[in-house]
């Protein structure tokens, strides 16, 4: 059974926390992926931010891109580069 929760962030929340519901899913998203909780584009989508937007987003919170060996041999690949 696989099912995806809701959550549910009341207008209430939102005006006593001062933020927008786009600001609060930056926030979440930053803060699992700063946790290696989600990957760059999970995060990047959670928050529903293009790549440059979100790594923006990182490096205002000096949050560092976790870049992962398979990332970079894929980056490569993308670019053509041979090694």
């Known amino acids: ?11 209430d929340f939102l005006q006593s ?6 600001e609060l899913a930056i ?3 930053v803060y699992l992926y700063e946790k290696k909780r989600l990957t760059l584009g999970q995060a990047k989508r959670l928050a529903d931010l293009d790549q440059i937007s ?4 990182l490096a205002r919170r000096d949050v560092y891109i ?3 060996t398979e990332d970079v041999l894929q980056d490569i690949e993308n670019l ?3 090694s």
């Open 1 to 11: 059974m696989n099912t995806t929760p809701n959550l549910i962030i009341t207008k």
């Open 17 to 22: 926390a001062k933020m927008t519901a786009q």
């Open 27 to 29: 926030e979440i998203a």
């Open 54 to 57: 979100f790594q923006k987003e």
């Open 66 to 68: 976790h870049l992962e």
């Open 80 to 82: 053509g580069i041979k």
